[in-house]
């Protein structure tokens, strides 16, 4: 599914002129007209997951800025338009704050794609996180999700396993496209030299294709 976007520009062929010669020729006011762009078909993917979890950080390193320093929350919604080849991507953050929570369902049967960012170091939170996340399986059925377990360079960190029971990952169906990914993507120290970003977007790009 893809949100309504302008028609394709419109484009008119030249008139062509018969010469007396018998040649053709293009009207001499015509000739600097550029053709129209050919719109690339959109994308959607809808990135959500609980406040502080790396959802405007993660839309950041995409469109390749540098992370913010601190948490920042975000007040209502984020997006960001990246092109490919073939289409373009649109990724949509709406907050995660308790009070936004209420807006994810209605945006949920609109994209391609769901992202769901995880604190893999905030257990305190991860019912909320889980409770959260099953919601939007429940009311898209067929949507493929990609689950990022964020903030893997931090030492208390859950495993991947952990957060695959935790996140009650093992009892979804398995005919449907769940995906759970590690990722750092504003690794705390120099250490950690992988943040994950550029498999996720390999991912969405496969799940988009």
Not at 18 to 37: K, V
Not at 109 to 127: C, G, I, K, Q, T
Not at 147 to 160: I, W, Y
Request: proline share 8%; with cysteine.
């Amino acid at each position: 599914a893809s949100s309504p976007c302008p028609g394709p520009q419109e484009s008119r062929t030249p008139g062509v002129q018969e010469a007396a010669n018998g040649g053709w020729r293009i009207p001499e006011d015509e000739e600097d007209e550029e053709p129209a762009l050919e719109e690339l078909e959109q994308r959607e993917v809808l990135v959500l997951g609980l406040d502080g979890s790396g959802k405007s950080t993660f839309l950041r390193v995409l469109s390749g800025k540098p992370p913010l320093e601190g948490h920042i929350p975000t007040w209502g919604f984020n997006s960001v338009r990246l092109p490919t080849k073939d289409f373009e991507v649109d990724l949509l953050e709406i907050g995660g704050s308790q009070n936004l929570r209420f807006y994810w369902k209605e945006f949920v049967n609109e994209v391609d794609v769901l992202v769901f960012m995880v604190d893999s170091a905030d257990r305190l939170r991860l019912p909320w996180a889980r409770q959260e996340l099953h919601k939007l399986l429940d009311k898209d059925p067929d949507l493929p999700v990609v689950v990022v377990a964020n903030k893997q360079d931090l030492s208390e960190a859950m495993s991947m396993v952990e957060l695959q029971q935790e996140l009650g990952l093992q009892a979804i169906n398995s005919q449907r496209e769940v995906f759970l990914v590690a990722a750092s993507i504003a690794p705390a120290g120099p250490g950690f030299e992988d943040p994950g970003s550029v498999q996720i977007w390999k991912l969405l790009l496969e799940l988009l294709s």
